[in-house]
Structures are given as structure tokens and as C-alpha cells.
T-cell receptor, first 111, second 110 residues
């Protein structure tokens, strides 16, 4: 089992560019989450999904979109990247309210 | 809705004990605890679901006071491997997500 994987691991964007981060899990989990982690801010929830075809906003959803077309995949999109979106992005999955399994993270820099 | 953790940072010598606190302004259904080592992903430690119930993980245990909306993580006889940043995540009744605190950086020195 690979657990939770994230693609890419690192990315540098210019302001205004777009990109998609891919999260995949092989544990058949219903719930998936996207967080961003900034120094001193902890983990902040961007969007989450409670099942295939569903998405919901978290604490800091502005500037991001998500899709969950397949149960095992959760995509995070940045339509027009801004320097304020420079962060480390973590994806996680879980079975309902149980422990969350985190991916290794994506380090994104927006210039 | 972000819970408040204290202290922000603590330095221990091997073998010493520490307590990390997590406090929420909202009613809680559960509290999760995670540890993150530098440059790595957070790793689950435990969930507390019932008021006053303690669940342990090796020499790490925790408590959850539903009435006070607080949880505490107890690290006894600390080891070098305990170093990292500890996060609490709180779940409110009916919610499908966690709110994480800003973390407590724990450093254990020989």
C-alpha cells in the first residue's frame, strides 16, 4: 500500500499561472482533505470531500478549487496563483472521523 | 474556530515530562493529536472521543474534558524521538472536519 501520495513534490510558479495538485489514496477512504501549512499558522483546511462527487469549503477556500471525480483522487487547483499562496500543501484521507493519513506534502512557491 | 495550544514551545532533557494543552471555544465531539517531525507529514497519535477518557500511546497519553472543551497531552519520561511539533485537531458535533491548533514545538535534548 502506498497510502497517500501527492504530485508534484515541489513546484515554482509565476504570479498568475495556474496549476493542479494531485492527491491519491489507496485505502478506500471516503473522506479527503486539502490543508495548507504556513510557519506559525498550523494546518488550515482549504477544502474537503466526504465522498466521490462531493466537495465542501474549509477555513481558507478563496483562490482554490477542488474536484473529486474518483474516490481515490482529490485534485486541488489554483486558477491564478498569487504570492500569498506560497505554502506547503498537505493532502489527507480518513474513514469518517477516524485518524487522518497525510501525504508527504507539496512545497509551492509563487514568485 | 482554531483551538489554542500552549505552550508554543518547550525544551526538555531526556527523561523529563511535559504537558501540552489544547483549548477550544466551541463544543467538541472529539480531539485528535498528531506529531510532525521537521520536513515530514503529520502522523496520528490518538483520538479522544469521550469526556474524561484517556487513551495512551506508549509513554504518551491524553485526556479530554468535554465540559471545559479542553484536552491535554502528557509525555512522560521523554525520549529524543519525541522531538517534533505536536498539533491538536478538534472536531465539533456534526462536523466532518478538524480544526488544528498552531502547534507546540517540543525539543528533547540529551
Amino acid at each position: 500500500n502506498a497510502g497517500v501520495t501527492q504530485t508534484p513534490k515541489f513546484r515554482v510558479l509565476k504570479t498568475g499561472q495556474s496549476m493542479t495538485l494531485l492527491c491519491a489514496q489507496d485505502m478506500n477512504h471516503e473522506y479527503m482533505y486539502w490543508y495548507r501549512q504556513d510557519p506559525g499558522m498550523g494546518l488550515r483546511l482549504i477544502h474537503y470531500s466526504v465522498g466521490e462527487g462531493t466537495t465542501a469549503k474549509g477555513e481558507v477556500p478563496d483562490g482554490y478549487n477542488v474536484s473529486r471525480l474518483k474516490k481515490q483522487n482529490f485534485l486541488l487547483g489554483l486558477e491564478s496563483a498569487a504570492p500569498s499562496q506560497t505554502s506547503v500543501y498537505f493532502c489527507a484521507s480518513s474513514r469518517g472521523g477516524n485518524e487522518q493519513f497525510f501525504g508527504p506534502g507539496t512545497r509551492l512557491t509563487v514568485l | 474556530q482554531q483551538p489554542v495550544q500552549s505552550p508554543q514551545a518547550v525544551i526538555l532533557r531526556e527523561g523529563e515530562d511535559a504537558v501540552i494543552n489544547c483549548s477550544s471555544s466551541k463544543a467538541l465531539y472529539s480531539v485528535h493529536w498528531y506529531r510532525q517531525k521537521h520536513g515530514e507529514a503529520p502522523v496520528f497519535l490518538m483520538i479522544l472521543l469521550k469526556g474524561g477518557e484517556q487513551k495512551g500511546h506508549e509513554k504518551i497519553s491524553a485526556s479530554f474534558n468535554e465540559k471545559k472543551q479542553q484536552s491535554s497531552l502528557y509525555l512522560t519520561a521523554s525520549q529524543l524521538s519525541y522531538s517534533g511539533t505536536y498539533f491538536c485537531g478538534t472536531e465539533s458535533p456534526g462536523a466532518n472536519n478538524l480544526f488544528f491548533g498552531t502547534g507546540t514545538r517540543l525539543t528533547v535534548i540529551p
